[in-house]
């Protein structure tokens, strides 16, 4: 998480900064690619995310970060080719 909110600051995010110390982990993305650990952070949408939608492409140290948000809210996080993610006890638990 501190990656991640490290990223959002060096790209002058940073109300997106300090709501992703709140995110949820929803479910994973589903994909099975083996260099994914994409994630949700709320219900996945039926179609396209719609209006208040933007991409937030960001730099990490190593791979790919990028955030679907919308209406300021972070919807999506897309992990592409990182180290493996430690979740945190009990995330993901309903």
Not at 1 to 9: A, D, G, N, S
Request: proline residues 6%.
């Amino acid at each position: 998480m501190t990656e991640l909110i490290t990223c959002l600051r060096e790209e002058g995010e940073e109300e997106l900064a300090v709501s992703a110390w709140d995110i949820r982990f929803y479910g994973e993305c589903g994909c099975g690619d083996d260099f994914c650990q994409s994630f949700y952070t709320a219900e996945p949408p039926t179609g396209g995310y719609g209006p208040g939608h933007r991409c937030v492409p960001l730099l990490p140290e190593k791979g790919e970060l990028i955030l679907d948000v919308v209406d300021g809210r972070i919807m999506f996080v897309e992990v592409l080719h990182h180290d493996e993610l430690r979740r945190s006890p009990g995330a993901g638990d309903a």
